[in-house]
């Protein structure tokens, strides 16, 4: 399910909303369910960051558009991130792998 999907190399994606918009991602989510996620991933208002598996901050929501942490052949895990026009992928503590864009 969609809980898996989010969920690898011990990092959860998640989204921070503001608050003044979280009615209008509410609303959005449960009328276009899944759809509605993918909608998010494009708005300018809502930032990424990633959580550990009991919910604490590994890495702060700072970034415009983020994918799940995949593991690659080596077993090495890196997520697609991106901020502005820039997009890179990052490890598990955050920070920005070498040849990445």
Not at 59 to 79: H, L, Q
Request: net charge neutral; with cysteine.
């Amino acid at each position: 399910g969609l809980m898996g999907e989010l969920f690898s190399c011990h990092r959860m994606l998640v989204g921070y909303v503001p608050p003044e918009r979280r009615a209008e991602v509410l609303q959005l989510l449960e009328h276009h369910g899944i759809k509605g996620y993918f909608q998010l991933q494009r708005s300018e208002w809502i930032k990424f960051g990633f959580v550990d598996a009991n919910g604490l901050e590994v890495i702060p929501a700072k970034f415009d558009s983020a994918r799940p942490f995949r593991p690659d052949r080596s077993g090495e895990c890196a997520a697609e991130v991106s901020v502005g026009l820039k997009f890179y992928k990052i490890g598990i503590d955050g920070t920005e792998l070498a040849n990445s864009q």
